[in-house]
C-alpha cells in the first residue's frame, strides 16, 4: 500500500498523463515539465519527469522559448556537460538576446568545463541585460578566480556589495578575492562579514538561491557552503599568522 505523499504524487502523475493524451499539445508538455523543475515547489520536484515533458515538447514544437534552456539545465545537473553545452547553443541559435538567461547558463556550463574565459565573456554579455544581477556576478567573480585574475574578481564582487553588501556568497568571494592580492587583513574582514551573514542563512533562501536544484539538497547544499567560508576563513587567519611570524 502506499504511503499518503506517494499516493497524492501517483494521483498526480495519473493526472498528468491523462491530460495530457487528452491534449498532447507542447505547450502542455512545456508546462508540466516546468512545474517539476523548481525547487520552491517540493512536493512536485521530479527531474526525471521534467526532462520527460521538455522532451515531448520538443518533439511537437523545438521553438518553445526556454525549452532548451531548460533541457540544457537539466543536463549540466546530470553533469553531462557536453550535451548541456549543445543543447544552450541550440537555444542561444534560435532565441538569441531573448532569452538572455540563456547566456548564464552557458557561462556556468563553460565554467564547469574548465573555459573560463569563454565563461567569463558569457557573464559579462549577460550582465549587460541585468546588471545588478548578484548570482551573476558572483559567478563571474568565481571564474575570474579560475582564471587567476584576482584583480578583475575584487572589482566584480566589490561591484556586487554596493547593492548587496550582506549577501555571503559575495562577502566570501569578495574575500577570496582580496586573500589571492595578499590582502590579508582585508580579507579577513570580509571573511568575518561572510561567516556572520551565512550563519543566519536560511535553507530557503539557498533553494532561492538554486532554483533547478532539488529540494531534497537543500540542507546539504547551506552545510556545505557554511563549511567553504568557515575554511576560508580559517586559511586567511593562517596566512595572517604566518607573516606576523615572518
Given at each position: ?38 525547487s ?10 521534467a526532462?520527460?515533458?521538455f522532451?515531448l515538447?520538443?518533439?511537437k ?57 569563454s ?18 556576478l ?6 575570474l ?27 566570501n ?46 540542507d ?7 563549511k ?19
Amino acid at each position: 500500500m502506499l504511503a499518503l505523499p506517494a499516493l497524492y504524487r501517483h494521483t498526480d502523475t495519473v493526472r498528468e498523463d491523462v491530460l495530457y493524451a487528452l491534449d498532447p499539445s507542447a505547450e502542455r508538455a512545456f508546462q508540466y515539465g516546468t512545474r517539476h523543475f523548481s525547487s520552491k515547489s517540493p512536493a512536485l520536484y521530479d527531474i526525471d519527469r521534467a526532462e520527460y515533458f521538455f522532451n515531448l515538447a520538443a518533439i511537437k514544437d523545438p521553438t518553445i522559448l526556454y525549452l532548451y534552456h531548460q533541457l540544457a539545465r537539466i543536463s549540466f545537473l546530470r553533469g553531462d556537460f557536453t550535451r548541456a553545452m549543445t543543447q544552450i547553443n541550440y537555444q542561444i541559435s534560435m532565441h538569441g538576446d531573448a532569452t538572455p538567461n540563456s547566456y548564464y547558463i552557458r557561462g556556468l556550463i563553460e565554467g564547469y568545463m574548465g573555459d573560463y574565459e569563454s565563461s567569463a565573456r558569457d557573464y559579462e554579455y549577460f550582465l549587460r541585460f541585468d546588471p545588478r544581477n548578484w548570482a551573476a556576478l558572483n559567478d563571474y567573480a568565481w571564474v575570474l578566480l579560475k582564471a587567476e585574475r584576482f584583480q578583475d574578481a575584487a572589482v566584480v564582487t566589490a561591484r556586487g556589495l554596493i547593492d548587496f553588501p550582506d549577501n555571503p556568497w559575495l562577502l566570501n568571494s569578495h574575500a577570496i578575492a582580496l586573500f589571492e592580492l595578499h590582502q590579508y587583513e582585508d580579507a579577513l574582514l570580509y571573511a568575518q562579514k561572510a561567516s556572520a551573514a551565512v550563519a543566519i542563512l536560511s535553507e530557503e533562501e539557498w533553494l532561492h538561491a538554486y532554483p533547478g536544484n532539488d529540494p531534497k539538497i537543500g540542507d546539504d547544499g547551506l552545510a556545505t557552503f557554511k563549511k567553504a567560508v568557515a575554511d576560508n576563513m580559517h586559511t586567511i587567519e593562517l596566512a595572517i599568522a604566518s607573516s606576523t611570524v615572518q
